[in-house]
Each structure stands twice: as structure tokens, then as C-alpha cells.
């Protein structure tokens, strides 16, 4: 099987089965390719998730896009992103052009049970990172430090403050700190490379704008409303709501109604929710919609984060061979474990946990994914057929 072809199958296992948001993807994108494929070491794929922490967009997106190219190029990135989002831009689109018949949202225990399972998959993933990226007591104290900061001050801004405190956490602990591995994240992109991707970036943000004044073409403004979205969140899936809301608003697209059903039905198919941008484009009124407006919208809101993505590797991958700037990621990672663990209780349990039947679910559903080693399909689907039966 051939490099590409393996990326995709794999990344399109994870795309009908990855349930939970992007903190759940991240552990199984863990669970993936770093234990089961051993495509990276543990230590190269936290460097890829505090990376994709920095940038703009969806970062479990972000990262299988640059686990895709460490493992075959652009080709191998293209086959990851077709693989992880195709399924449920796909299922997003058909529900946006049979909404009238399919109904506002799925039946509630279903997504009950999807949320329990998330659970099980953020507590499993933070527990494994911890034990790896937290070896010592000053580097869990971070974490903890990082997760209760997190709590009391929620958002962007207290997630870069706790990276940052992380990495400054790092430089003074200094000491053992492990050598860098010997992949190279970059996947062959040249820093002239990067550049080339950057000044794409850029050209995107602040050209699309004028383009789409210039020319008044509805496409033009569909794209450019959905790459900005794409490009100036910071935290990906729920953060991006309210700006994809205010576009189309703006772009006079679809009501309220059909938004916040297009939503319930995201949180339960699987895969990112920035796939949500496939129902609104496929659902909105005015042209293009239906399936031209839902891939033209899904393909917008994605193409930052592949440029962001290509443009920073070649750049982070000189930075982590260096001794300080190692103690500083040594520290990240301790803070990416922190933000982990805020996540895991809010807004994953807070979320899904409302009483007695949703705790004893996710406890089952973890026991079956720690303990009984079963296949995460298998227990997401049995978590879903004993939410719809129980809650």
C-alpha cells in the first residue's frame, strides 16, 4: 500500500468514527499514529499539537494535515484532509438539502451518548499524556497551574497565556530535558517554501476582501466570508460559531433556525465542526448553494489552515532542535496537558455529564477503551444505541 493511499484510509477510519470535538480527535490521532502506526514518537506529535495551538483554525485539523504531510508530502496532507472531513462534510450537505423531510436535530439521547464517549476518549488521552509529557512533579505542577488558570479564565486568551507561562515554566526548570527526536516535521517544505505558502496566507486574507467589493460575485463573497472565519479564529470548533453566524448574516444566507439545526446535527456527526461550514454553504438561499456552495464553503474555511500549517513546520522544526528552545516545549507540552485536563471537565463533562446514567456510560465506555482494548467504532456505536435506549 502505498504512502498516500495508507494515509488516507487511516485518516478516513478516524473521519467516520472520531466523535467529541477537536480534544477528542487529538487523543485519537494519538491512539493512531503514534501508538497503534508509530508514525511519530509521542514527543513529535506534542510538538505538532502545541504548534497547531499557535495558529489560527481548527487545530485537530491542523494537525492531521501535518501528519499527513510528514508521511507522504502534499499529496499525503490532501489524502489526511479528504479522509478526516469528506464524511462528515458529506453527511452535512445531505441534511442541509433534506432538511425539511430529515427534521431539526438527531434524537437526544443519541447525542447524549456521542458525549459520553467523549468523555471516556479526553479522560483516557489525558491520563496518557500526563504519564508521558509529565514525568516530574515541577512539570505536573504546570499542568496543573495551566488547567486551573484555563478554568478561571476561559478562552483564547487565557489558553495563550497558559502556552506562554508553559514555555517560560520550561526555560527556568531547564534540567533533563529530553533531546529532540530524529523526525523532521517538515515533511521536505524549504523555509523559500514556507514563505511561499505565508505570503498565499496573506494574499488570501487581504485580497479576497477586495476582490469580492470589486467584482460583487456571490462566490467571491461566500469565499471570502468563509476564509476569513478559517483564518482569524483562534481555538477552532465552537469559537468559530459566532463569526460563521455574523457571515451570513452579512451575506443575507439561510435563518436562525436552520443554523442552530445545522449545528445540533455537527455535534453529532464526526469529524471537525468546522465541517459545520459545509451545511450553511450547501443550505444558504441565495446561489451557490446545495452541493457547489457546500464545498466551496467547506474548501475556504480549510485552506488557512493549510497554508498557516505548511508555511510555520519548516520554522518549528529548527526551533525544537535548539537546547532552550526544547526546555520551552518540554514546558508547552506540560501546559498542553493543562488544557487538556480544563477541557476534559469543561466543556466535555460539563457537557455530557447530567446525572448518574450519562457517569456510568462514559465510566463503561472508558473501561472498554483502556481495559477491554475494544475498537473505538464498536464503542462509539454502543454508546450511542444505549444513549438513545437509556437517556
Not at 523559500?192 to 488570501?204: K, Y
Not at 520551552?328 to 471537565?345: D, E, K, Q, R, W
Request: charged share 10%; with cysteine.
Amino acid at each position: 500500500m502505498s504512502a498516500v493511499r495508507e494515509t488516507f484510509v487511516a485518516f478516513l477510519r478516524l473521519g467516520l468514527t472520531a466523535f467529541g470535538g477537536p480534544v477528542a480527535h487529538l487523543a485519537c490521532f494519538r491512539e493512531e499514529f503514534v501508538h497503534r502506526r508509530r508514525w511519530l514518537s509521542d514527543a513529535a506529535y506534542a510538538d505538532l499539537v502545541a504548534l497547531c495551538q499557535f495558529l489560527p483554525g481548527p487545530a485537530s485539523s491542523q494537525v492531521g494535515l501535518a501528519l499527513g504531510l510528514q508521511r507522504a508530502g502534499y499529496r499525503g496532507a490532501l489524502a489526511a484532509w479528504c479522509g478526516f472531513t469528506l464524511p462528515s462534510a458529506i453527511l452535512l450537505i445531505l441534511f442541509a438539502l433534506g432538511l425539511a423531510e430529515f427534521g431539526q436535530s438527531l434524537p437526544h439521547g443519541l447525542l447524549a451518548g456521542l458525549k459520553s464517549v467523549a468523555v471516556a476518549v479526553v479522560g483516557q488521552a489525558v491520563w496518557g499524556m500526563g504519564r508521558s509529557l509529565c514525568p516530574d512533579w515541577p512539570r505536573r505542577l504546570l499542568a496543573l497551574l495551566g488547567a486551573a488558570l484555563l478554568l478561571a479564565w476561559p478562552g483564547v486568551a487565557g489558553q495563550l497565556v497558559v502556552i506562554v507561562g508553559g514555555a517560560l515554566g520550561g526555560l527556568a526548570l531547564g534540567g533533563a530535558v529530553p533531546a529532540a527526536g530524529p523526525e523532521r516535521l517538515a515533511a521536505g517544505i524549504s523555509r523559500r517554501g514556507a514563505l511561499l505558502w505565508l505570503a498565499l496566507f496573506a494574499a488570501g486574507l487581504f485580497g479576497l476582501p477586495w476582490l469580492a467589493t470589486t467584482f460583487a460575485a456571490p462566490a467571491l463573497a461566500l469565499v471570502d466570508a468563509f476564509y476569513r472565519a478559517g483564518a482569524l479564529v483562534f481555538g477552532g470548533g465552537h469559537v468559530v460559531l459566532p463569526l460563521l453566524q455574523t457571515a451570513m448574516n452579512d451575506l443575507g444566507r439561510g435563518d436562525s433556525a436552520s443554523f442552530l439545526a445545522g449545528y445540533g446535527v455537527a455535534q453529532a456527526v464526526p469529524g471537525p465542526l468546522f465541517t459545520f461550514a459545509a451545511f450553511l454553504g450547501a443550505a444558504g438561499g441565495a446561489t451557490p448553494n446545495g452541493w457547489a456552495g457546500g464545498l466551496l464553503a467547506l474548501l475556504a474555511i480549510f485552506a488557512p489552515a493549510f497554508l498557516l500549517v505548511a508555511g510555520a513546520l519548516p520554522f518549528w522544526d529548527a526551533l525544537r532542535a535548539n537546547t532552550r528552545a526544547r526546555a520551552a516545549l518540554a514546558g508547552i507540552n506540560a501546559a498542553v496537558v493543562g488544557i487538556l485536563l480544563a477541557a476534559l471537565y469543561d466543556p466535555v463533562w460539563t457537557g455530557a455529564i447530567h446525572g448518574p446514567r450519562e457517569l456510568g456510560l462514559a465510566a463503561v465506555a472508558l473501561a472498554a477503551l483502556t481495559w477491554g482494548r475494544q475498537p473505538p467504532l464498536r464503542v462509539v456505536a454502543g454508546c450511542a444505541l444505549a444513549g438513545a435506549l437509556l437517556l
